[in-house]
């Protein structure tokens, strides 16, 4: 079965980090592209970071550039959404998400197949 957990969300102050994981089960993340979304209330869930298999290029939305990194480690089959200089703005709930091949689209989020739970995170001013 395949599988997402998200963890690592939590309540911070402006000007902190965190570090979110989602742990992959049932499949290898390696063989996978894979996105973090994040959605607040009474927006659309929008897209702030993903990674492609193919050429293991990274992308990150201008909302959070230069704040926020992506990486994976393979032996954990675990990915990240490394956060700095949080703002009250990055207040969400933030997702994982996998799908074999999302080419180009990786921040639209109706072309991935598999997704987590979801972690909350909430900034303080």
């Known amino acids: 079965e395949v599988q997402l957990v998200e963890s690592g969300g939590d309540l911070v102050q402006a000007g902190e980090s965190l570090k979110l994981a989602c742990a992959a089960s049932?499949?290898?993340?390696?063989?996978?592209?894979i996105g973090w979304f994040r959605q607040a209330p009474g927006k659309e869930r929008e897209g702030v970071s993903c990674?492609?298999?193919?050429?293991?290029?990274?992308y990150v939305a201008d909302a959070v550039k230069d704040r926020f990194t992506i990486s994976i480690d393979s032996a954990k089959n675990t990915v990240y959404l490394q956060m700095n200089n949080l703002k009250p703005d990055d207040t969400a709930v933030y997702y994982c998400a996998a799908d074999r091949h999302v080419g180009d689209f990786g921040f639209l989020a109706k072309v991935y197949d598999y997704w987590g739970q979801g972690t909350q995170v909430t900034v303080s001013s």
């Open positions: 990674k492609r298999k193919n050429d293991g290029a990274s």
């Open positions: 049932g499949f290898n993340l390696d063989d996978y592209d």
